[in-house]
């Protein structure tokens, strides 16, 4: 009969030495999440079979077609769309991110809206672009106005 006693204390306090492990185990795991949060991808998400199949003489309707509508469109000099993603990465919660690959997939276009080049910018290209400040600029925040017009005030002369 002890013996008997025995091995349902024993039994008992494997299966709860068990139910302890295994919930150890599973909050050691929970921080761990197929979604890495820990990177942010940003803009334009590239297919590459797509951009592949722009090519030189494509019209604008085929490239709006294949890669979709253009993060931004050039404003002076020609016609250019330009598909921006960036890839930002922190290596712990809390800490800055930094970006780690930047992409500018720019089409160039004639004035017959057909495609005249093609030219895939990477981050070795040129500098980080800024997609989100968080900050506004506001107006009188540059201190140079303010001593210009302490300036243009000490020359004015007064007569009586």
Same mark, same amino acid.
């Given at each position: 009969?002890?013996? $008997?006693?025995?091995? =349902?204390?024993? =039994?008992?306090?494997?299966?709860?030495?068990? /139910?302890?492990?295994?919930?150890?185990?599973? /909050?050691?795991?929970?921080?761990?999440? !197929?979604?890495?949060? $820990?990177?942010?991808?940003?803009?334009? %998400?590239? *297919? *590459?079979?797509?951009?592949?199949?722009?090519?030189?003489?494509?019209?604008?309707?085929?490239?709006?077609?294949?890669?979709?509508?253009?993060?931004?469109?050039?404003?002076?000099?020609?016609?250019?769309?330009?598909?921006?993603?960036?890839?930002?990465? =922190?290596?712990?919660?809390?800490?800055?991110?930094?970006?780690?690959?930047?992409?500018?997939?720019? %089409?160039?276009? *004639?004035? &017959?809206?057909?495609?005249?080049?093609?030219? +895939?910018?990477?981050?070795?290209?040129? =500098?980080?672009?800024?997609?989100? !400040? +968080?900050?506004?600029? !506001?107006?009188?925040?540059?201190? &140079?106005?303010?001593?210009?017009?302490?300036?243009?005030?000490? +020359?004015?002369?007064?007569?009586?």
């Amino acid at each position: 009969m002890r013996s $008997n006693a025995k091995s =349902r204390l024993r =039994r008992q306090a494997l299966r709860q030495f068990g /139910a302890a492990g295994a919930f150890v185990l599973m /909050a050691a795991l929970s921080g761990c999440s !197929t979604l890495d949060e $820990n990177t942010v991808h940003r803009g334009y %998400v590239f *297919d *590459d079979q797509a951009v592949s199949q722009v090519r030189v003489g494509s019209a604008a309707e085929q490239v709006l077609i294949l890669l979709g509508t253009p993060s931004t469109t050039s404003t002076v000099g020609g016609d250019a769309w330009y598909y921006i993603s960036q890839k930002a990465e =922190r290596p712990m919660p809390f800490m800055p991110r930094t970006v780690t690959d930047q992409r500018v997939l720019a %089409v160039y276009f *004639d004035k &017959n809206k057909k495609v005249t080049r093609v030219a +895939n910018y990477g981050l070795q290209d040129g =500098r980080v672009v800024d997609f989100s !400040t +968080n900050a506004t600029p !506001t107006g009188g925040g540059d201190s &140079n106005f303010v001593k210009g017009l302490f300036k243009q005030m000490s +020359n004015l002369k007064f007569s009586l």
